[in-house]
């Protein structure tokens, strides 16, 4: 790469930020490679949750109004309204329109998880569920136990059968601890939905207040069965053939593996029809001053845990990852292709072929470079005329430029042979998931990103020995 060939990718990608510094080159050395990047500084701010201290401003940003220290907001398709309190401290929810409160907790100032509930049935009314087809903490009982649970949302469709079990959690720590306990063990939430086996989904949830505005965050399981898979291996377990929770749990582990999306229930989908939409680039999210160390965090963690020891080429991988989003958003803005479609829909070698083709893509558009990629339709091309001596030496020469004209631009680990491949999916598919919601070509909000480049771009000199980049000065 030139050093003028990474302003014109951010130049035509619309990036717009003011820039504090320029590094004349930033050397990376590995494998006989070098990146040269253009780093753009923007100051950062802190994050906050929903507490009672900012609700206020919450509930603002969502719309409501205020009078008397009690805020308003209408929701005039169903004729009901949403109340907060302030003189009473009182959570008021439209029970007056069937939707159903079963346990008074959740309807007072005590707790910051309350405010993420609220906020949740807020979006879906906004969304357009029925305030009746809305229930909040169902009670069951758990197993042979006496102490029961409570979920915090149920939603139901149009039939009144259950749809989808959320459970709300305060934003950060608390929606990590519970998402890391659900990759060990079953959790409640596989009890709740051994209660509800008519339901399709469940969710973990979280709200945040970041940057003055709220943001959400959430994993979606499908609990429905998907033929497809079950059909490939006759010693599989599905959902129907399961009854307690251990057994649940092991059907999503072992027959699913562990499939779940951060996208779905809300964004461009249409009330009771989760799943359905394709994400677009007006899906994503703009990324904000908390997301920086935690993806920071989040990267160094999957590093840690597949045991990646070349920082520098693992480095050079997340950039290539970068290049081929970036050339997504521009490209396919209303069918996003760097987005992993769940087992049942999409396969490691799918997904990486997209991959490879976004990559060839953005190296020639961004940077002028062409890279070897044969796509299946250059197979479909070699037979479609049939000479079978044109066909053998063509496939020749397909497979030639294949083995000794490529290389692997995803390899976080060496890749030779099939058990090597599925080992590098695993970070890979992990790290695309990890920038694969947020939007790295938006607008102007998307002041962090510069922070997000330099950041990584520093945690990879460091981590690999070198010394650590210098801070860009204002």
């Known amino acids: 790469m030139d050093s003028g060939s990474l302003p014109s990718l951010f130049q035509c990608c619309t990036f717009r930020y003011e820039i504090y510094s320029l590094f004349d080159s930033i050397l990376i050395d590995a494998s006989n490679f070098k990146i040269q990047f253009i780093l753009f500084y923007i100051h950062n701010f802190g994050e906050r949750m929903i507490t009672k201290a900012n609700f206020k401003k919450v509930l603002t940003f969502l719309g409501f109004e205020e009078e008397n220290e009690v805020y308003t907001k209408k929701f005039d398709a169903f004729d009901c309204e949403l ?37 949740c049935v807020c979006k879906l009314l906004g969304q357009g569920y029925r305030p009746e087809h809305i229930e909040l903490e169902p009670k069951w009982k758990l197993g042979h136990g006496a102490s029961g649970g409570r979920a915090d949302i149920l939603v139901r469709d149009n039939d009144n059968r259950p749809l989808l079990i959320i459970e709300c959690k305060t934003a950060g720590s608390e929606l990590s601890r519970a998402w890391d306990a659900m990759q060990t063990k079953p959790t409640q939430l596989f009890s709740y939905y051994v209660q509800e086996r008519s339901a399709r989904f469940v969710s973990l949830y979280a709200s945040d207040f970041v940057d003055e505005k709220v943001t959400r965050s959430y994993y979606l399981i499908t609990m429905q069965d998907k033929q497809e898979i079950l059909e490939k291996d006759e010693n599989l377990k599905g959902y129907r053939d399961a009854t307690a929770v251990g057994e649940i749990y092991q059907v999503w582990r072992d027959t699913y593996k562990k499939d779940f999306t951060t996208f779905g229930i ?72 760097f987005y992993w479609n769940g087992n049942a829909y999409d396969d490691p070698f799918l997904f990486q072929d997209r991959l490879q083709k976004l990559y060839q893509e953005g190296m020639f558009e961004f940077l002028g470079e062409e890279i070897t990629y044969i796509d299946e339709s250059e197979i479909e091309r070699i037979f479609e005329h049939y000479d079978i001596n044109t066909v053998k030496q063509d496939i020749k020469d397909a497979l030639k430029r294949q083995k000794f004209f490529t290389n692997n631009d995803f390899a976080f680990i060496d890749v030779h042979n099939a058990k090597l491949f599925y080992q590098n999916f695993e970070v890979l598919l992990k790290i695309a998931r990890m920038i694969q919601d947020i939007s790295l070509t938006g607008s102007d909000e998307n002041q962090f990103l510069g922070d997000m480049f330099e950041g990584f771009l520093d945690q990879g000199v460091k981590q690999s020995g070198g010394s650590s980049l210098p801070r860009c000065r204002s």
């Open 83 to 119: 109340k907060a309190d302030f003189k009473n401290g009182m959570l008021v929810y439209p029970e007056n329109k069937d939707l159903k409160v079963n346990e008074r907790q959740t309807c007072n100032f005590k707790a910051n998880e309350n405010f993420v509930v609220f906020e």
């Open 266 to 337: 809300f964004e461009n989908n249409k009330a009771y029809r989760i799943g359905e939409a394709k994400p677009t680039k007006e899906t994503l999210k703009n990324i904000t001053s908390k997301d920086i160390q935690g993806k920071y965090h989040e990267f160094a963690t999957i590093l840690r845990q597949h045991n990646v020891s070349g920082r520098e080429n693992a480095f050079d991988k997340l950039v290539n990852l970068f290049l081929c989003k970036v050339t997504d958003e521009k490209q396919n803005p209303d069918e996003l292709k």
